[in-house]
């Protein structure tokens, strides 16, 4: 089992739940905009919220943005270890750097000693860009590569006397991704950041964070995912949520079961389950609910679901755990089983 590392307050590692992060497509010295992104997420499920910093103002700027959102924040750091220092005067609960391009091990030092005088965790690692030459010219790419890469710069950060440390180890190869995220759970016990990274468009990079993301977690392995997408934030939090409640890993949102429908289905099914799923979106209560095509067979393939709704030739009908509770007509069907929802959920 992983370690307890704190990131403001919320704890991943040990038996905490696999927290959920994003990060910003715009600037945190931006402040008002932030925060307010930060809320909107957490209302989808975000626990944590990762901001670039690219010059003194980002720097400055988190404890602004966390007292707006009361969302713990990272900040993401390239080169520059003095905005790393910033960022932790700044007020960032965690930030995230890549020690072989700080500049030096003397640089990493001073990051190491504003890490542990304000006692926040740092995420080190490495991707496939930024694999050490050595290693490269040794093994190739590959997860060893990857994975000595990451515990490198463990092993940099530990010599200045620093274990609040998260690791990542990113690919946007899903195979290379799940090995080298393997590779580094047997060898270090620090919580894991899984993401595969640059995964793609929504579609796409759903698919292969779900594959990378959800076949670690089913082992046991991650203690905080990113679903990298080129797609709006909320999106990645939307999909991280998915990810986590298909392996039921949180039993705080509604689960969607619908059928493909066939030709027994006499109603806009499809179109139905997509309202429901966006009517339940924010919804933070354990509730499975079924939109079935047909109310011939649809209650009964659906009888593990609290609440599910199925279309007939004139009326749906409403059932609780496989049971017809209700018959409505098709043109109210929406305004009734929204309040059936409501019901169950308040
Ligand atoms: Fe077909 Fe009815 Fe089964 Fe849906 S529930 S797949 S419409 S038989």
């Given at each position: 089992?992983?370690?307890?590392?704190?990131?403001?307050?919320?704890?991943?590692?040990?038996?905490?739940?696999?927290?959920?992060?994003?990060?910003?497509?715009?600037?945190?010295?931006?402040?008002?905009?932030?925060?307010?992104?930060?809320?909107?997420?957490?209302?989808?499920?975000?626990?944590?919220?990762?901001?670039?910093?690219?010059?003194?103002?980002?720097?400055?700027?988190?404890?602004?943005?966390?007292?707006?959102?009361?969302?713990?924040?990272?900040?993401?750091?390239?080169?520059?270890?003095?905005?790393?220092?910033?960022?932790?005067?700044?007020?960032?609960?965690?930030?995230?750097?890549?020690?072989?391009?700080?500049?030096?091990?003397?640089?990493?030092?001073?990051?190491?000693?504003?890490?542990?005088?304000?006692?926040?965790?740092?995420?080190?690692?490495?991707?496939?860009?930024?694999?050490?030459?050595?290693?490269?010219?040794?093994?190739?790419?590959?997860?060893?590569?990857?994975?000595?890469?990451?515990?490198?710069?463990?092993?940099?950060?530990?010599?200045?006397?620093?274990?609040?440390?998260?690791?990542?180890?990113?690919?946007?190869?899903?195979?290379?991704?799940?090995?080298?995220?393997?590779?580094?759970?047997?060898?270090?016990?620090?919580?894991?950041?899984?993401?595969?990274?640059?995964?793609?468009?929504?579609?796409?990079?759903?698919?292969?964070?779900?594959?990378?993301?959800?076949?670690?977690l089913m082992r046991g392995i991650g203690d905080t995912i990113r679903v990298s997408l080129s797609a709006d934030p909320i999106r990645e939090v939307v999909a991280a949520r998915a990810i986590l409640s298909a392996l039921d890993l949180v039993n705080?949102?509604?689960?969607?079961?619908?059928?493909?429908?066939?030709?027994?289905?006499?109603?806009?099914?499809?179109?139905?389950?997509?309202?429901?799923?966006?009517?339940?979106?924010?919804?933070?209560?354990?509730?499975?609910?079924?939109?079935?095509?047909?109310?011939?067979?649809?209650?009964?393939?659906?009888a593990d679901a609290d609440l599910g709704v199925a279309g007939a030739k004139d009326e749906c009908v409403i059932f609780v755990r496989g049971k017809i509770v209700k018959k409505v007509a098709k043109e109210k069907i929406e305004q009734e089983f929204?309040?059936?929802?409501?019901?169950?959920?308040?």
């Amino acid at each position: 089992m992983s370690r307890v590392v704190s990131i403001g307050n919320v704890n991943i590692g040990g038996n905490n739940k696999v927290a959920i992060q994003s990060m910003a497509t715009f600037k945190i010295a931006d402040t008002v905009r932030a925060a307010e992104e930060c809320k909107r997420l957490k209302e989808n499920g975000l626990d944590i919220m990762r901001f670039s910093v690219t010059d003194e103002k980002d720097a400055a700027a988190f404890a602004t943005v966390k007292k707006l959102s009361g969302v713990p924040l990272v900040a993401d750091i390239h080169f520059d270890y003095k905005l790393a220092q910033k960022s932790i005067d700044g007020g960032a609960d965690k930030i995230r750097i890549n020690p072989g391009n700080i500049g030096g091990e003397d640089k990493v030092k001073q990051v190491a000693l504003a890490l542990k005088s304000a006692n926040i965790p740092v995420r080190v690692g490495s991707n496939t860009g930024s694999i050490d030459k050595d290693f490269l010219f040794k093994y190739g790419k590959n997860e060893v590569s990857l994975g000595e890469s990451a515990l490198k710069n463990v092993a940099i950060l530990e010599k200045y006397g620093v274990d609040n440390i998260v690791v990542s180890v990113k690919a946007s190869d899903v195979n290379l991704a799940v090995k080298a995220y393997e590779y580094v759970a047997k060898r270090c016990d620090y919580p894991l950041h899984l993401g595969v990274t640059e995964a793609g468009t929504e579609y796409h990079g759903v698919i292969k964070n779900s594959i990378g993301i959800g076949s670690l977690l089913m082992r046991g392995i991650g203690d905080t995912i990113r679903v990298s997408l080129s797609a709006d934030p909320i999106r990645e939090v939307v999909a991280a949520r998915a990810i986590l409640s298909a392996l039921d890993l949180v039993n705080d949102c509604v689960k969607i079961i619908a059928c493909p429908t066939c030709g027994r289905c006499e109603w806009d099914c499809m179109a139905f389950a997509k309202k429901v799923e966006e009517y339940t979106l924010n919804v933070k209560k354990p509730l499975k609910i079924a939109v079935m095509g047909c109310a011939v067979n649809g209650p009964g393939e659906a009888a593990d679901a609290d609440l599910g709704v199925a279309g007939a030739k004139d009326e749906c009908v409403i059932f609780v755990r496989g049971k017809i509770v209700k018959k409505v007509a098709k043109e109210k069907i929406e305004q009734e089983f929204f309040k059936e929802i409501d019901r169950c959920t308040q």
